[in-house]
């Protein structure tokens, strides 16, 4: 058994996320974890709303309240929207607690005791009319390399390339439209990364379990010459650059950069999880209390995969102290909407609290992670949800738990039933199984989700398969117990799949682990083949005549009630579909 720490990036606290965003870090980090735990490993899974920076200011302006009492709002629909999503997190917790507050100053503390923060007069935007220094996201403008009219301070959106405000042609305040601003010197603190270059090189370079994707970013920050980066800024809402309770001086309008707080928040909601629940936090994250037995596992969009890999790690290396590094980094690429990208400007995209008005929550899991973008950007439309959900989940799944046991309840009072020889069909099914589970199970050990989903409809296309060489209700007619067994074999397999869909379709499986009268003790992946020397056949012979003969069974529910033409058209004319 091993001890895996899970954190996935922290939604931004300006309002519900998009499937985009679910996609790219919380559910596979979800996904991951429920795969993890059927295996047998300690897992946490930690997360937490992002509430300081920018956005923050200016959503809570737009709404018209308190920043304070604007993210006590989004914290709640954030976290219901996740519960609903039945994301696992041990525990969804805040960056702006005081825990937070206290790290990131003991941090920022260290790395000065260190020489990696240095205090400089550097240039910002002030907007005359607004009586204000505009940090990063309240300044907009021109973006200098591809000429994108709404670049935003610190990332063009077009062309993704990182900025400072200072970069954009004719700026403007993002507060007030205002274009009466000039540039201003400020004093700022400095994370000098660029000392720590080749110490980040090295450790990058003997990394494992990391997607090319998220090297390659890393690299490319790397060889064009790694900058330092202010981690301050001119903003009242955010964790004062302060420590022991002691503002700097010359700070006391200024707060800590949110990409700074942000990743540090993930220790943070660590602790506040253990004050909650008794257990200790930092065997999970300092390696001289335990944490060198821990594997940590990263979730997050590209986007983000510059701070995880260089940021980030610059804080906890240039500490000094023993905190725990990344181990596996896994990063995906955009999911967009037909061809563009999900807007609530320009109504197009569904948001995860609209999705479930929709469709229940298996179905949006289920599409998002067989069509996970890890390779490239996965593109998403009506159609192809339409399409995968009512090939995958309702005709085969759904069909064959459906089959199955509505025909043990017909014509074998609704019990596991004994009698039959083992043949053919059987033999077919257990050499198929034999091959497919260990690969079923190393995809998810890789965190490759597609394969992933792609193998769990194979063995469920394999299932009706069998059903089909054993024909049970042909069979039935003339010799009762050659059908017996092919029943036998079909229920066992049910009761497979329930499992084996435990991490993508939560919800499901329940229903049909439920039916089948399944004890939550058997429902893991211990399926008696823990090492590499396990002979795969003699586990899942044992697998498919596991149920006690005589176990009583219902048929489920309707597991997957199928999507009509009529609901992409309705769905497409509310949201946005193709242009």
């Known amino acids: 058994m091993t001890r895996i720490l899970i954190t996935s990036a922290l939604p931004y606290i300006n309002g519900v996320k998009h499937l985009g965003n679910l996609a790219g870090s919380m559910l596979p980090g979800d996904v991951y974890a429920r795969a993890m735990r059927l295996l047998g490993h300690e897992v946490l899974y930690i997360c937490a709303t992002d509430e300081h920076g920018t956005p923050a200011e200016l959503a809570a302006q737009k709404a018209g309240v308190s920043v304070s009492e604007y993210c006590d709002q989004m914290h709640e629909a954030q976290k219901q929207a996740g519960a609903d999503f039945k994301l696992s997190f041990d525990y969804f917790g805040r960056s702006s607690t005081q825990s937070n507050h206290e790290l990131t100053q003991h941090l920022a503390h260290r790395l000065e005791q260190e020489g990696l923060i240095e205090e400089r007069v550097s240039q910002q935007v002030y907007s005359i009319d607004d009586d204000r220094f505009l940090p990063d996201r309240y300044v907009e403008g021109t973006c200098p390399t591809c000429e994108y009219e709404k670049a935003r301070g610190d990332q ?63 690299y490319k920050w790397l060889d064009e010459g790694l900058r330092d980066r202010s981690i301050t800024r001119d903003l009242s809402w955010g964790i004062p650059v302060a420590y ?88 995906f690429n955009w999911v967009t909407w037909y061809g563009g990208k999900f807007s609530t400007s320009q109504n197009r995209g569904v948001f995860m609290d609209q999705a479930l008005a929709l469709a229940p929550s298996d179905y949006w899991r289920w599409h998002l992670i067989a069509n996970a973008p890890e390779g490239s950007d996965a593109g998403f439309t009506f159609e192809d949800f339409q399409a995968r959900i009512n090939s995958d989940l309702a005709n085969v799944l759904g069909n064959f738990i459906n089959r199955i046991t509505k025909y043990a309840g017909a014509k074998f009072e609704g019990k596991v039933p004994s009698g039959g020889e083992w043949g053919a069909p059987e033999d077919w099914i257990v050499a198929e199984l034999s091959e497919r589970l260990p690969k079923l199970i190393a995809y998810y050990e890789a965190m490759e989700f597609r394969k992933a989903a792609a193998e769990t409809r194979a063995i469920w296309a394999a299932g009706n398969e069998y059903l089909t060489q054993a024909a049970p209700w042909t069979h039935y007619k003339t010799d009762v117990d050659a059908a017996a067994i092919g029943v036998r074999v079909g229920l066992n397999l049910a009761a497979l799949f329930g499992i084996l869909a435990q991490p993508i379709v939560p919800d499901a499986a329940e229903k049909i682990l439920a039916a089948l009268n399944i004890p939550q003790n058997n429902r893991t992946w211990g399926f008696g083949a823990e090492n590499s020397d396990a002979d795969w056949k003699v586990v899942v012979t044992a697998i498919l005549d596991a149920l006690p003969h005589g176990l009583a069974v219902v048929a489920p529910d309707v597991l997957f009630a199928k999507i009509e033409d009529a609901d992409v058209e309705q769905w497409s004319a509310r949201f946005g579909g193709a242009p």
């Open 244 to 331: 022991q309770g002691k503002v700097r001086e010359g700070f006391e309008n200024k707060v800590f950069y949110v990409w700074f707080d942000a990743p540090i928040a993930y220790m943070a909601a660590t602790k506040d999880w253990a004050a909650e629940t008794g257990n200790d936090w930092a065997c999970w994250w300092r390696t001289d209390q335990g944490a060198d037995d821990v594997s940590y596992v990263e979730f997050m969009g590209k986007d983000n995969v510059a701070f995880h890999t260089l940021s980030f790690p610059t804080t906890l290396i240039g500490s000094g102290e023993p905190w725990k590094l990344v181990d596996k980094l896994k990063a």
């Open 156 to 218: 063009c959106d077009n062309c993704g390339r990182l900025l400072d405000p200072i970069d954009l042609i004719d700026p403007y305040s993002a507060v007030s439209g205002s274009r009466n601003v000039e540039v201003r010197d400020t004093n700022h603190l400095y994370l000098k990364q660029s000392l720590m270059a080749d110490r980040l090189r090295s450790w990058i370079d003997a990394a494992e379990g990391w997607p090319n994707l998220a090297k390659s970013i890393a």
